[in-house]
C-alpha cells in the first residue's frame, strides 16, 4: 500500500487546492494509495475534497507571509517570522526527518514548504515540489541589503529546496532556479458544474441582478462596505462571513452547501485579488473577474497576465476598492468578450500523475 507524505503551506488554502487534485488522480490509479497530510490546513478543507484514503498530521511547515486582511502585507512580521522559524532550523529538520522515516513514505511532496524538501531529502525518500511559486522567490523582492540575517534565511530557503529530485511547475508558475531540476506542467483546475437556478432560489436572487462573489483567498476583512454594497442596484453580494440583518443585497457563503468551485461557475463576476486557484479556475469556465493587486506579490504579474489573455479581468484600483466605488467595474466585467485564444487545457493533475506514478508503482517496500 503505497504511502504519499504531502506536506502543505498553510498559507491560505490555494497551496492544498493545488494538491489535492494530484493527490486524487493518483487515487484513481492506484487504488490502494494511502496519503498522510502535514500541514496545518484545517481538516474541514480536505472532508469534501480528498477522493483517496488520508489523515491528517498537523504540523506549522513554513511561514509563508503574515498580512493585515487580504491586501496588506507585512513584510516586516514576516522577516521576523521566519527569523524565529530558523532559529531552530537543525532541531526542525531532525524532528521532520525523524517523522518521515517513522512513516516510512514511498513519496514527499510538497506544495511548497522547503522544510519538507530538506527533510524528505535526509530521510532518503524521493521528495517532489509541486508548486507555482516558493518562498524564496515571494521574500526575495523584499531583502533589505542593511539586514544581513535576511538573505542567511534565503540562502538556507534556496539550499533546502535545491536538495528536491524534483520540480513540478505549475502553468502559469514563477522561474524557481532552487531547484535544480523542474518539469513544467498544465494548469491545476477543477471547476464543478453551475447550479446557478439554485443558488439564486435559494438566496432570493431575482434573475435580472448580477450575483458577485467578493472571495479573496479564503481571507476575510475584517470590515466591508455593507452600507453602500446595500444600495448598488441590479446587484447582489456573496462574502465568506456574516452580513448584518438588515442587508438584503448581501449573502454569507454560509447559507449555501455548494461546493466553492460550483459557486464560483455560478456567479456572474468574482470580485477577488489575483491568486492561483480562483484566477485559473474563472478563466476555465470565463466568469468575470474584478480584481484588486497587491503591487508586491511575486505571481501577481503572471497571473493577471494569463486572467488577460485568456479570460476576462478588470482591474480595480485599491481606492476604489476600499471606498466601494465598485459599479462601474462590475459593469464593465459584465460587458467582456471572450477572449479568441481559448486557455490551455487543464492538464496539471494528470501531468503530475505521470511524473509521479514510476515513484511509485512498484511500491519500495
Known amino acids: 500500500m503505497p504511502l504519499i507524505w504531502s506536506a502543505i503551506s498553510a498559507h491560505g488554502y490555494g497551496h492544498a487546492a493545488q494538491v489535492v487534485p494530484v493527490l486524487n488522480e493518483l487515487g484513481k490509479r492506484i487504488p490502494a494509495l494511502r496519503i498522510m497530510l502535514r500541514t496545518n490546513v484545517p481538516r474541514h478543507f480536505f472532508e469534501s475534497r480528498m477522493t483517496v484514503p488520508w489523515e ?13 486582511g487580504p ?18 532550523w537543525q532541531a526542525r529538520l531532525t ?8 512513516a516510512r513514505p514511498d513519496l514527499v511532496i510538497g506544495n511548497t514548504p522547503y522544510l519538507a524538501m530538506a527533510a524528505g531529502a535526509a530521510a532518503g525518500v524521493p521528495t517532489v515540489a509541486i508548486a507555482s511559486l516558493s518562498w524564496d522567490e515571494v ?14 534565511i534565503l540562502e ?60 479573496f483567498g479564503g481571507i476575510r476583512f475584517e470590515a466591508l462596505p455593507f452600507d453602500r454594497m446595500e444600495s448598488m442596484p441590479g446587484m447582489q453580494f456573496l462574502i465568506d462571513g456574516p452580513v448584518p440583518p ?6 454569507s457563503l454560509s447559507a ?30 470565463q466568469t468575470p473577474v ?11 504579474d503572471s497571473l493577471v497576465t494569463y486572467l488577460h489573455r485568456y479570460g476576462r479581468g478588470l482591474e480595480l484600483s485599491r481606492a476604489d476598492f476600499l471606498e466601494a466605488r465598485w459599479e462601474s467595474a462590475i459593469r464593465q466585467a459584465l460587458a467582456l468578450s471572450t477572449p479568441a485564444s481559448p486557455p490551455p487545457a487543464a492538464t496539471g493533475a494528470a501531468d503530475a500523475a505521470m511524473h509521479l506514478l514510476p515513484l511509485l508503482q512498484p511500491s519500495r517496500k
Open 95 to 102: 524532528e521532520e526527518t525523524l517523522a518521515i522515516q517513522e
Open 246 to 251: 438588515s442587508n438584503r443585497r448581501v449573502h
Open 256 to 285: 449555501l452547501s455548494e461546493r466553492f468551485s460550483t459557486i464560483l461557475s455560478s456567479v456572474d463576476v468574482i470580485m477577488t485579488k489575483p491568486g492561483y486557484g480562483t484566477t485559473i479556475e474563472a478563466v476555465e469556465v
Open 139 to 152: 521574500l526575495r523582492e523584499h531583502v533589505d541589503p542593511k539586514q544581513p540575517w535576511h538573505a542567511a
Open 290 to 300: 474584478v480584481y484588486v493587486r497587491r503591487y508586491n506579490f511575486a505571481d501577481e
Open 71 to 88: 491586501l496588506t502585507m507585512d513584510w516586516d512580521a514576516t522577516w521576523q517570522a521566519h527569523h524565529a522559524f530558523h532559529t531552530h
Open 156 to 215: 538556507e530557503m534556496r539550499h533546502a529546496y535545491g536538495q528536491a529530485d524534483l520540480l513540478l511547475r505549475l502553468t502559469p508558475g514563477l522561474p524557481m532556479p532552487a531547484f535544480p531540476r523542474a518539469r513544467d506542467i498544465g494548469p491545476i483546475a477543477q471547476p464543478l458544474p453551475p447550479e446557478r437556478t439554485r443558488i439564486r432560489q435559494h438566496l432570493g436572487i431575482p434573475d435580472q441582478d448580477a450575483l458577485v462573489l467578493v472571495a
Open 56 to 68: 491528517l498530521r498537523p504540523a506549522q511547515m513554513d511561514i509563508g507571509c503574515l498580512q493585515h
